[in-house]
T-cell receptor, first 111, second 116 residues
Framework: QQPVQSPQAVILREGEDAVINCSSS?????VHWYRQKHGEAPVFLMI?????EQKGHEKISASFNEKKQQSSLYLTASQLSYSGTYFC????????????FGSGTRLSIRP | DGGITQSPKYLFRKEGQNVTLSCEQN?????MYWYRQDPGQGLRLIYY???????QKGDIAEGYSVSREKKESFPLTVTSAQKNPTAFYLC???????????????FGDGTRLSIL
């Protein structure tokens, strides 16, 4: 089942913060986050495993709440280069050989 | 530099025609994937392969076919049975498809397919 991302789109001014959520109706084993710029390939950001871990990647971090079956991506002090569409991808269990992607959150950063 | 190469970048299909999209990787990855992306939508899995000479259908396999005769190559054929083929097609690979290993997927730059 496809995870649900929110919001669908967000517009920020440079330096502002954003949170992107990814929710599933089923239990999650892991959550993958990718960013895609228009017309380009998605680029891997990070993977989170069940266990409620939190990861960081420069000013981009994420959390995974296993009980709530959701993950959140945090972008702090946003830069123009953060613009793009962010996708979460989920695996339901350790035997799952494929990732199911959400429909994406479009992030626009203005100077 | 290792990576995934998709070709062509743009492709046009006539009615009733089959077309093949190329995907080659030199990352020595076992698993390869094909996704379809429609405007404003996420990535939908067409086919995936966990190992040479083996592949499985994804969520939207109808009208598509694949082969995996070599580890580095995973071509996708869009057949005439696919009535709405206009989309952006992305190929990806990962070291393994095993969830336990939790490896990221690396994507090619995509092929944009349109109907003439």
């Amino acid at each position: 089942q496809q995870p649900v991302q929110s919001p669908q789109a967000v517009i920020l001014r440079e330096g502002e913060d954003a949170v992107i959520n990814c929710s599933s109706s089923k239990a999650l084993y892991s959550v993958h986050w990718y960013r895609q710029k228009h017309g380009e390939a998605p680029v891997f950001l990070m993977i989170l495993l069940k266990g409620g871990e939190q990861k960081g990647h420069e000013k981009i971090s994420a959390s995974f709440n296993e009980k709530k079956q959701q993950s959140s991506l945090y972008l702090t002090a946003s830069q123009l280069s953060y613009s793009g569409t962010y996708f979460c991808g989920t695996r339901g269990d350790s035997s799952a050989s494929k990732i199911i992607f959400g429909s994406g959150t479009r992030l626009s950063i203005r100077p | 530099d290792g990576g995934i190469t998709q070709s062509p970048k743009y492709l046009f299909r006539k009615e009733g025609q089959n077309v093949t999209l190329s995907c080659e990787q030199n990352l020595n990855h076992d698993a390869m994937y094909w996704y379809r992306q429609d405007p404003g939508q996420g990535l939908r899995l067409i086919y995936y392969s966990q190992i040479v000479n083996d592949f499985q259908k994804g969520d939207i396999a109808e009208g598509y076919s694949v082969s995996r005769e070599k580890k580095e190559s995973f071509p996708l054929t869009v057949t005439s049975a696919q009535k709405n083929p206009t989309a952006f097609y992305l190929c990806a690979s990962s070291i393994s498809s095993s969830a336990a290993e939790n490896q990221p997927q690396h994507f090619g730059d995509g092929t944009r397919l349109s109907i003439l």
